[in-house]
Structures are given as structure tokens and as C-alpha cells.
């Protein structure tokens, strides 16, 4: 199989080379061999790890929870369920970062509302409100 320098890697991948290199640093990526040149020899597996590592974040996964992913991937004792209950997890988390979300859209619609637009920054409701403790 044909070895490929970063920026081969990096493009194939569709990321930048430095990420390739902090995703090095974070143990995500295994640092590869060195030709005698000393350039870097990676092997395609790491364009599908690297794409694994995005598909992974676009899905809202951190680093720490892509590197557990990762690490049960090889596991011999991990089983399809475990997986699983990672995802749920990271369904869990996510809405209830929706609710969150939804809750500073409601009192900032409310806060808005409240806002005519005119008069002195002194008078604003919006700019009242965020001085108050029961504001958020």
C-alpha cells in the first residue's frame, strides 16, 4: 500500500494539516514513521480515521468522547450496545442543550418585545433586565 505525506493526507481528508498534527498531539491519530528524508509515511487508514474523527464532531462528539469511541472501536469486549449508549448519551446531552437554547430564545423574544427601539441606552428594557438577577 502507498504512503502519503501530510498534506496528501490532509487533503484527501479534507482538513488541514495542523489539525492533523494536533490531532496527533491528542492521541486521536498515531504519529506515524518517518521516511529517511523525514517526512511523515501515513498510511490510508489515517484518511478514514481522520474522516471518522470530523463525522464524529459534526455529529456534536468532542475529542475526549471521539477518543473513547475510537478506543472501543478496537476493543474486543465492546459490543454494538455499548455503542449505543454512547449515542443515546450524546442525544441526551444535545437536547438538552435545545432546551437551553430555546430558553434564552423565549426570554430574549420576551426582552425584545418589551423594546420599543426608541429613547437613551438609560431606558432600555433590554439593557435593564440583564442588570436584574431575575432576568435569566
Given at each position: 500500500?502507498?504512503?502519503?505525506?501530510?498534506?496528501?493526507?490532509?487533503?484527501?481528508?479534507?482538513?488541514?494539516?495542523?489539525?492533523?498534527?494536533?490531532?496527533?498531539?491528542?492521541?486521536?491519530?498515531?504519529?506515524?514513521?518517518?521516511?529517511?528524508?523525514?517526512?511523515r509515511?501515513?498510511?490510508?487508514?489515517?484518511?478514514?480515521?481522520?474522516?471518522?474523527?470530523k463525522?464524529?464532531?459534526?455529529?456534536?462528539?468532542?475529542?475526549?468522547?471521539?477518543?473513547?469511541?475510537?478506543?472501543?472501536?478496537?476493543?474486543?469486549?465492546?459490543?454494538?450496545?455499548?455503542?449505543?449508549?454512547?449515542?443515546?448519551?450524546?442525544?441526551a446531552?444535545?437536547?438538552?442543550?435545545?432546551?437551553?437554547?430555546?430558553?434564552?430564545?423565549?426570554?430574549?423574544?420576551?426582552?425584545?418585545?418589551?423594546?420599543?427601539?426608541?429613547?437613551?441606552?438609560?431606558?432600555?428594557?433590554?439593557?435593564?433586565?440583564?442588570?436584574?438577577?431575575?432576568?435569566?
Amino acid at each position: 500500500m502507498k504512503s502519503m505525506t501530510i498534506g496528501q493526507v490532509a487533503i484527501q481528508a479534507g482538513v488541514g494539516v495542523e489539525t492533523i498534527r494536533f490531532y496527533e498531539r491528542r492521541g486521536l491519530i498515531e504519529e506515524p514513521p518517518r521516511r529517511d528524508s523525514g517526512y511523515r509515511e501515513y498510511p490510508q487508514e489515517a484518511v478514514t480515521r481522520l474522516r471518522f474523527i470530523k463525522h464524529a464532531q459534526r455529529l456534536g462528539f468532542t475529542l475526549a468522547e471521539i477518543s473513547e469511541l475510537l478506543s472501543l472501536r478496537v476493543d474486543p469486549n465492546t459490543s454494538c450496545a455499548d455503542i449505543k449508549g454512547l449515542a443515546e448519551a450524546k442525544i441526551a446531552d444535545i437536547e438538552g442543550r435545545i432546551q437551553a437554547l430555546e430558553k434564552m430564545k423565549s426570554v430574549l423574544l420576551d426582552l425584545n418585545a418589551q423594546c420599543g427601539g426608541r429613547g437613551s441606552t438609560s431606558e432600555c428594557p433590554i439593557l435593564e433586565a440583564l442588570e436584574t438577577e431575575e432576568c435569566c
